[in-house]
């Protein structure tokens, strides 16, 4: 399971095992979705597994998970999203009403979007055999702009920004779990971020690279990117926006924010003249009111992440093993 | 004699030879048994060619090892006979040889000798208060050195190019400076300059100092470019200063250093023969000194006259006055203190607040001499940095990383080479216990009972040291810190570099910590060389083995804070069974849940719940024990820690063991305790509500005059359901909720039985192992009170116990540890 947790071993996972398996030009592109050239016309293509505990949360299900989690994935690469594919396995005995639901807010997202479900599959397990359901979805999206959306884009200089403030996913999805009698106001922040994303490209902003937050946090996203891309970064801690709700059952809960999961937030790396407008046109938009600057592409390097705290200290910021095992002696 | 044959002999010093005055000393021997021949240094230590008579050479050799100067220690010495040239008419030192591998023979930074401070406190001397005056028995090393051999082109005195008048005594064999590398004057050597926080300069010279001196006096907080890098000085008897000094460092409690001279040591604090021999050391380290209570309670001290008063009275009817004994340097003032003043003065209570401990040092070179002369009381002397980051040894980075902090900066024109903090020991068990190992220590080699294979050893995430193996010794880096910190990180990186480039070795395999996630064990994974993983407490107990040259098999207590354990899970308070074989946990403690896991060691009150919320589950416990306590089962005491959301979300998080991982570590069974008694809900800094704890238990036995009271509660073995015997302080924590602390009496006692029950469970694990030897290991062994206990049970009970004492029992020791575990896994 320490796999699972968007860390270490997860990357491990993937570059010795998955990537290798699978080489090609395409996945080397290290993004969200792959965009392909077809006669012409650049589609984006992209495909994800969805799991969660509890089905049903505050601000969302499985079924608007499913849809988000894979229209942002095309969003990443500013396409436009246009057919989606949704495979089920469903565990035998779970209920009609339930399942009648999630696939209602599937729908309902992916419609939003401007986009349709086209093709699906359903399979049935043996009870005991799954947890009630799964849904693997994949997506296409049309590429209209002529931007390289992608780590390989970012330049030392870039500003860091994010979208909205972080962490509420997976708050939320743990207060609901644990029915923990707190920070039982927090939603979940599932959304789809491709209206957002066409905005911007429509307002003319160079978008170096677009990551979505999901596993693993903000800090896993940066990370992964600032390895991808071979840049050095740094973040600054204050400039991070977190929720007093969040951050507070953060605190209790011993959890670091910046590697708290999201379903509905990204990380934008634009040129540092851009920042400004960026930010403004973000802000202009339900899904981007707190978007803030975080940070700064420092140069060539590593990959190394840091973080600045108000003092002027600066951390490391290191993906994590599965779990947050301390270090402390 | 006349008939005795003339012979030839080499001889091969190796050791610590360079740089502590050999070459000058074995000329002047020479010449006097009237032998021929030359002395140099090589990269393999100092080689002698010595013709004489056969009878000169014997005497020769035995007065080599008998007489060497105080700072040499000559580990090997070996002969060989040579054919007589009879070309030689006299005897020469020869220049230094620099082709082979080099060896660790640069000695560590070493405080001035009190011919040097006769000379910086005699107005005829044309030495007189020039502060970096040296000889070839003290003064910078380490600190300065670029390249091996120490000679002075490979310093950063190299470009102080030598007078007539230093040359004269830098060639006269007869000189104390003769090949003084580092020797110079005020005509050619380094010179002071005090700057403004712009890096302006307000005086140089004399004036530079005095002015510091007057501003100290204003309260002003003066950054000084010291022996290892910069230091941040305040007047220890001014609150405001004090105070000032805490909030720009962003630093509420962790106590603060004092620089002082013995007199104020022995003034402010209870100083043991123990005490003053370490004080008194050429490092200069800090030592933790009890203070007497009268300055605790902050009363004032008054009493017949003091060493230092008396020898003021002296002083005063002979001129100025050094007393070679005290070290103590009596310089006339211009502008002394007002009577009651100076070293009199008492002690700000900001500068340690609520601990019966000082960390005192004594000045460390000439310069601190001059102002702690000059200003007349203790100092404030805390490392110049931002708080986890390393000291700044550069002058143009202290006023960029120290500004805000810093109003003035002391400084000079020698370059510091690599940042060295400030070494810090105790006295415990009547030997010296190693906390901080930096300058003044490093990088003095640790012989080795076996040698080596070629490996480098990164060490741990926190306190982190490095390690490089060469042959029959470990050289073990200063401490870096904590890397956390992208500086300190960057510090432990460069140091990895730096001492195979000093030192040689050739390391072909990089020895870590098993935990993925130590930013040291990353740093080795970008170096390119195959990883010998060494688990946490093996090294701890490895550390302490290859510093005594102990040989398994025996046993090891590894009382520590937080390590990753073998099992996946997290130890900290093993009992390992060490042998030829291997090594095998035999015993270890019940385990404590972390509720927040890394956020409940920066909160004992956390662990403090979780122990009563597991304890009150114990089978046996009455029935309003038992089951859930809810809010009302949370003592009072501890119950005020928390709001009511906290303690109900907390509750919440034990219940439904959501992030509240068990460990075995014996150190945040301190944490749990210390917040139970009340005495340190939150650390405002690391180990805090330990070291109150250990004070806590101190008050007892300071305060009861009887031989101290059995336990009035035990901590007895039990068997685990996987049969792993398991240290079960449950029963001991139900014991204090039955009876809880009400005064500070109450609590005294209580936190003294701690400490006794854990002795005593010590000799019961340990006879599970039916082994001679146990050996004591990890962060827990910096109490004094508890390495003391166990030392005592341990032996009462028939043992051998071994303790680190010149290596740190905490992370700071894990490198040398990481070293001597992974050599049975590497090549040779
Ligand atoms: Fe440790
Ligand atoms: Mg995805
Ligand atoms: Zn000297
Ligand atoms: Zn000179």
Same mark, same amino acid.
């Given at each position: ?66 849809? +988000? ?139 170096? +690279? ?117 270090r402390i002696c | ?135 070839? =028995? ?252 390393p ?30 903090d ?12 190693t906390?901080r190992r930096a300058?003044?220590?490093v990088p003095?080699?640790v ?8 490996l480098l050893a990164v060490g741990g995430h926190l306190k982190n040291t490095v390690a490089l193996g060469?042959?029959?010794?470990a050289l073990l880096s200063q401490h870096l810190g904590d890397l956390d910190d992208?500086?300190t990180e960057q510090q432990c990186g460069a140091a990895l570099q730096e001492l195979p ?6 390391p072909?395999r990089l020895a870590v910590d098993a935990h993925p996630d130590y930013a040291s064990r990353r740093l080795a994974e970008a170096m390119?060389?195959?990883l010998l993983a060494v688990p946490h407490h093996l090294a701890h107990?490895m550390a302490?083995?290859a ?13 520590d804070g937080?390590g990753l ?193 854990? =002795? ?17 290991c990890g962060g ?24 680190p004492?010149?290596i740190p029992p905490n992370d700071g020791g894990l490198a040398l540890g990481q070293l001597w575990a992974a ?6």
């Amino acid at each position: 399971m320490a796999h699972g947790g968007g860390g270490r071993l997860m990357q491990q996972l993937l570059e010795l095992l998955v990537r290798p398996a699978l080489d090609n030009p395409w996945l080397e592109q290290r993004h969200d979705s792959a965009v392909l050239d077809c006669g012409g016309t650049r589609l984006a293509f992209t495909t994800d597994a969805y799991v969660v505990k509890p089905l049903q949360f505050p601000g969302g299900d499985i079924g608007k998970l499913a849809a +988000c989690g894979t229209l942002n994935d095309l969003a990443m690469s500013g396409a436009k999203p246009l057919f989606l594919s949704a495979a089920l396995v469903i565990e035998e005995g779970f209920p009609f009403d339930t399942l009648r639901t999630v696939l209602d807010s599937l729908n309902a997202a992916v419609k939003a979007a401007g986009a349709a479900v086209v093709t699906g599959d359903t399979k049935v397990v043996e009870n005991g055999k799954g947890d009630g359901l799964y849904i693997t979805t994949s997506g296409i999206g049309l590429v209209e702009h002529g931007l390289s959306i992608g780590p390989a884009a970012i330049r030392p200089g870039d500003a860091v920004l994010v979208s909205g403030d972080i962490g509420r996913h997976g708050v939320a999805i743990l207060s609901a779990r644990e029915s923990l009698g707190f920070a039982t106001t927090v939603e979940s922040d599932c959304a789809d971020l491709s209206g957002l994303v066409g905005e911007l490209i429509a307002a003319g902003i160079e978008i170096r +690279c677009l990551r979505d937050l999901t596993r693993g946090g903000l800090a896993s996203a940066v990370l992964e990117l600032a390895r991808d891309a071979k840049l050095d970064m740094e973040l600054i801690e204050g400039a991070v926006p977190v929720c007093e709700e969040v951050r507070a059952a953060c605190e209790i809960l011993g959890y670091d924010p910046l590697y708290v999961a999201n379903e509905g937030r990204m990380v934008l790396f634009v040129p540092q003249e851009q920042a400004e407008a960026t930010l403004g046109l973000l802000r202009g938009h339900p899904l981007g009111r707190d978007a803030a600057r975080i940070g700064s592409v420092i140069q060539a390097g590593a990959g190394r992440v840091s973080l600045r705290n108000a003092y002027g200290g600066q951390r490391i910021l290191d993906l994590l093993s599965g779990e947050q095992l301390p270090r402390i002696c | 004699m006349s008939t005795s044959p003339i012979q030839r002999q080499r001889l091969s010093l190796r050791g610590q030879v360079q740089g502590v005055g050999m070459r000058p000393f074995v000329c002047r021997l020479a010449q006097e048994l009237d032998l021929a021949g030359w002395v140099s240094n090589t990269p393999e230590g100092v080689v002698i060619e010595a013709e004489g008579n056969e009878a000169a050479l014997a005497r020769f050799a035995r007065r080599l090892t008998d007489e060497a100067p105080p700072p040499a220690r000559i580990d090997e010495c070996s002969a060989m006979p040579l054919a007589a040239t009879g070309q030689e008419s006299d005897f020469r030192v020869v220049p230094s040889r620099n082709d082979g591998a080099p060896e660790p023979c640069v000695p560590p930074d070493l405080a001035p000798c009190a011919d040097c401070l006769r000379e910086l406190s005699d107005p005829a001397d044309r030495r007189y208060r020039y502060p970096f005056l040296s000889c070839t =028995a003290c003064g910078p090393r380490y600190s300065i050195v670029r390249s091996l051999p120490f000679d002075r082109e490979r310093t950063a005195m190299a470009g102080f190019a030598l007078c007539p008048d230093c040359r004269r005594e830098y060639e006269n064999p007869a000189d104390r400076r003769f090949h003084a590398q580092t020797t110079c004057c005020p005509a050619c050597g380094p010179q002071l300059a005090l700057w403004d926080s712009q890096g302006i300069s307000l005086a140089e010279g004399d004036g530079a100092l005095r002015l510091a001196v007057e501003r100290l006096r204003q309260g002003a907080i003066v950054a000084l470019k010291g022996v290892g890098g910069f230091q941040l000085l305040a007047d220890a008897g001014n609150s405001a200063a004090v105070e000032q000094l805490r909030t720009r460092k962003h630093r509420p409690a962790k106590p603060f250093a004092l620089l002082a001279d013995r007199t104020m040591a022995e003034r402010l604090c209870r100083v043991s023969e123990e005490e003053i021999a370490l004080l008194l050391e050429p490092a200069a380290p800090i030592v933790l000194l009890r203070r007497r209570k009268e300055e605790i309670v902050g009363t004032t001290h008054s009493g017949p006259l003091s060493l230092r008063e008396r020898a003021r009275v002296r002083g005063a009817q002979r001129g100025t006055f050094i007393s070679a004994q005290t070290h103590d340097l009596d310089l006339p003032h211009p502008n002394p203190l007002p009577e009651g003043e100076g070293a009199r003065r008492e002690i700000a209570p900001q500068v340690a607040p609520d601990l019966p401990w000082l960390g005192l040092m004594l000045p460390a070179s000439p310069l601190h001499h001059l102002l702690l002369a000059d200003f007349g009381g203790p100092l404030v002397a805390t490392s110049g940095n931002r708080g986890g980051e390393p000291i700044c040894v550069d002058e143009n980075e202290a006023l960029a990383r120290l500004a805000g902090i810093a109003d003035l900066f002391l400084v000079h024109d020698r370059s510091v080479l690599r940042p060295l903090d400030d070494s810090v020991l105790r006295i415990a068990a009547d030997r010296p216990l190693t906390l901080r190992r930096a300058r003044g220590y490093v990088p003095a080699p640790v012989p080795l009972a076996e040698p080596l294979p070629p490996l480098l050893a990164v060490g741990g995430h926190l306190k982190n040291t490095v390690a490089l193996g060469l042959g029959r010794r470990a050289l073990l880096s200063q401490h870096l810190g904590d890397l956390d910190d992208v500086l300190t990180e960057q510090q432990c990186g460069a140091a990895l570099q730096e001492l195979p480039r000093l030192f040689g070795g050739n390391p072909r395999r990089l020895a870590v910590d098993a935990h993925p996630d130590y930013a040291s064990r990353r740093l080795a994974e970008a170096m390119g060389l195959p990883l010998l993983a060494v688990p946490h407490h093996l090294a701890h107990a490895m550390a302490c083995a290859a510093e005594h040259g102990l040989e398994p098999p025996f046993l090891a207590l590894a009382w520590d804070g937080i390590g990753l354990g073998e099992d996946g899970g997290l130890w900290g308070g093993e009992f390992l069974r060490i042998d030829e074989q291997g090594h095998r946990r035999i015993a270890s403690f019940v385990p404590l849940r972390l509720p927040g896991g890394e956020k409940a060691v920066k909160e004992p009150r956390r662990t403090a719940l979780a122990a009563v919320y597991d304890s009150a589950r114990l089978p046996g416990a009455n029935a309003a024990e038992e089951g859930h306590p809810g809010l009302h089962g949370v003592p009072a005491g501890l119950r005020a820690a928390f709001s009511d959301t906290e303690l109900a979300a907390l509750l919440a998080m034990l219940e439904k063991n959501l992030n509240t991982p068990p460990c075995s570590s014996v150190g945040r069974l301190f944490d749990a305790v210390s917040a139970l008694l009340g005495l340190c809900p939150v650390n405002q800094f690391e180990g805090q509500a330990a070291m109150r704890l250990e004070a806590a238990a101190g008050a007892f036995v300071w305060n009861t005059a009887a031989d101290y009271p059995a336990p009035s509660a035990t901590i007895p073995l039990v068997r685990d359901d996987t049969g792993l015997p398991r240290c079960d302080w449950r029963p001991w924590l139900r014991n204090l909720l039955r009876h809880p602390a009400v005064d500070d009496a109450d609590r005294a006692a209580l936190a003294y039985s701690f400490h006794a029950a854990l =002795a005593d469970a010590a000799p019961a694990a340990a006879r599970l192992a039916a082994l001679p030897t146990v050996v004591l290991c990890g962060g827990c062994f910096q109490n004094r009170l508890l390495l003391e206990l166990c030392v005592e049970r341990l032996r009462h009970a028939g043992f051998d116990v071994y303790w680190p004492q010149r290596i740190p029992p905490n992370d700071g020791g894990l490198a040398l540890g990481q070293l001597w575990a992974a050599r049975r896994q590497a090549p040779a």
